[in-house]
């Protein structure tokens, strides 16, 4: 990226730029108006350091003799801050040539870490000559900014595969990078419960009494802590009343009670006092650990057609089903569900729960504020299929969060061309008078509980989560795939990139390969795309030179991630070792 081009990633709405540049000598000094709270300052000191490996000054400090009392960035807290919008997550960032000062303002303390991540990710090395410091540079223009939708969501899945504390912190940065605004942790599933139950200990355990690992109140207190200095809330999800092989393992009792015959080993009775108590439990230990701020639990609420219940045959659920008036299961359903709800509902929580065993082709008996992720209609067997759409939940009133599975699904069915060409309110289709009650979109990270498999999202993650923050932030279209690929590589590896570096151009596409519950490892780049118009000689050795950049900038600390750096390493030497290899750089069958 040069020192006079704004590559930002999302797209900025607003942006009037004039060629030139503002420059700056390291280190960059910034200072802030008094109402701009400390946590923001302290969030752009850090986003700095990381990003230029030098930690800036605050303007006027003791000990910084030498260093101008004009600031290079000031932080401002105001009122208005633009007439081009009015959102609260919006900002303003103006440049002054003369002064040489970068001003970013917003209305809240949101807009502002939004303006502080547009300013960190835009900077771009000025100069390097020798042994001097590095000199910094950030486009002279006028930035007025605000997001397209307000949930702006990312999930993790701890319950199949554990992930750390820090490693839940280095997600929620690259989240927060990208303006993503939400974090969704799926806590629940059939290989374990990642949060410390104090009622129900024995849920964090496998099946032979090894404990397993979960997350105490004093990790959920830290990552909420760290999320909400990001601007980013956390939303928890228990999933019931399917995904529950390790529960009916571990709680026998919860499964239902069928007089001839096995009862259903995934899915757990919905009529019986015990689930009824299990599960509010469990839902009344996250509501005490997660704070009241982020008033948002997901319940799950998936599958459990396909995963196959006993709730016809269940002495509990048939007796629960006539004092309900429930005629059918799908109504049994509803009524656990309209109970959670209330639960959440006299703690001041909303209830999120996943779209595909609604059936919307009537009008269900639910409550309109119960805040629906849509994922896909059922597939044949699944659930219910007929009559049943996105525009149908929002016909009844119900908000939607869409996580369509082509767009938002990393593990296996997301792809460049859809996903560049996607949008929260046009796949799948949704009528104009109806866009608002699209809330936003959220990207699913569904982890694999083999950790050798798992290691894709270190290579698919890092482009995945700001090209669907793009597309949540920006309407607009993307007309220079080849500007915004090198766009993406710069904001996934740092302002040390070289300008016309592309990264994804030489690993054949944005979008990496990923795995769905396919045998053995999946390739780790494009290989056909990858070698495009080069003789397999030719490929290698730009391979080669991709290689080197990636591991010059590692080795010297010059990438802000250097896990991503490492994986795009190892993708690249794969495609020199099929191009040595094949002779053609391509893996079709002989």
């Known amino acids: 990226m040069t020192t006079t081009e704004l590559r930002v990633v999302p797209r900025p709405r ?69 007439d081009a919008f009015d959102d609260p997550e919006g900002y303003v960032i103006e440049t002054d040539g003369e002064t040489g000062t970068v001003t970013i303002r917003a209305e809240t303390a949101d807009g502002l870490r939004h303006g502080c991540q547009t300013f960190v990710t835009g900077i771009a090395v000025r100069d390097r000559d020798g042994d001097e410091e590095d000199r910094w540079a950030f486009p002279a223009c006028e930035i007025h900014d605000w997001p397209e939708t307000s949930w702006r969501g990312f999930m993790l899945d701890p319950a199949r595969g554990f992930l750390s504390v820090e490693h839940v912190k280095r997600r929620i940065d690259q989240a927060a990078r990208a303006k993503l605004n939400r974090l969704h942790l799926h806590l629940l599933d059939d290989e374990g419960y990642a949060l410390e139950s104090e009622a129900y200990p024995e849920l964090n355990r496998d099946s032979d009494g090894t404990a397993l690992p979960a997350y105490s109140p004093d990790d959920v207190a830290e990552l909420v802590e760290y999320a909400g200095d990001r601007g980013i809330e956390i939303v928890p999800e228990v999933d019931v009343p399917a995904h529950a092989t390790h529960v009916l393992e571990t709680y026998p009792e919860l499964r239902c009670t069928v007089e001839d015959g096995e009862p ?37 609420g998936d599958e459990w057609e396909m995963h196959g219940h006993s709730w016809d045959e269940c002495v509990d659920c048939r007796e629960k089903m006539a004092d309900d008036g429930s005629e059918t299961v799908t109504e049994h359903f509803y009524a656990f569900v309209r109970h959670l709800h209330g639960f959440l509902d006299e703690r001041g929580r909303r209830t999120m729960m996943w779209n595909d065993q609604i059936d919307i082709s009537e009008s269900p008996d639910l409550p309109r504020d119960v805040l629906i992720q849509f994922w896909r209609v059922a597939a044949p067997g699944r659930g219910p299929i007929e009559g049943c759409s996105l525009e149908r ?198």
């Open 264 to 300: 259903a080993d995934r899915t757990m009775c919905i009529g019986s006092s015990e689930t009824v108590e299990f599960v509010e439990t469990l839902l009344e230990e996250v509501v005490e650990v997660f704070p009241f701020s982020f008033d948002v639990v997901h319940v799950g």
């Open 14 to 82: 607003q942006v009037d730029q004039t060629g030139e540049s503002v420059p700056f000598d390291a280190p960059l000094v910034i200072n802030s108006t008094g109402a701009v709270p400390a946590a923001v300052v302290s969030l752009f000191d850090e986003l700095l350091e990381r990003e230029t490996n030098e930690p800036p000054v605050r303007a006027g400090d003791e000990g910084t003799e030498g260093v101008s009392e004009s600031p290079d960035v000031r932080l401002a807290l105001e009122d208005r801050p633009s």
């Open 393 to 590: 939940f929002l016909e009844e009133g119900f908000d939607v969060v869409n996580s369509y599975v082509h767009a938002a699904y990393v593990r296996g069915w997301i792809s460049e061309e859809y996903m560049l060409g996607w949008a929260p309110r046009r796949r799948p289709s949704v009528s104009e008078e109806r866009e608002s009650q699209v809330r936003g979109g959220e990207l699913l990270a569904w982890e694999p509980s083999d950790e050798e498999t798992r290691r894709y999202f270190e290579r698919a993650l890092p482009s995945a989560i700001p090209i669907f923050a793009d597309r949540l932030w920006n309407p607009t279209v993307i007309d220079d795939r080849e500007t915004f690929s090198r766009t993406v590589a710069r904001h996934a590896l740092g302002p040390y990139v070289p300008a016309e570096f592309d990264v994804y151009g030489e690993l054949g596409g944005l979008i990496l390969p990923t795995n769905w519950k396919r045998s053995g490892q999946g390739p780790p780049a494009h290989a056909n795309r990858a070698l495009a118009d080069r003789s397999p000689r030719e490929a290698a050795a730009d391979y080669e030179s991709a290689i080197e950049t990636l591991s010059t900038l590692r080795e010297s600390n010059e990438t802000v991630y250097p896990e991503t750096a490492t994986a795009y390493v190892d993708s690249l030497e794969w495609l020199r070792e099929v191009a040595d290899r094949e002779g053609r750089g391509i893996l079709d069958r002989p």
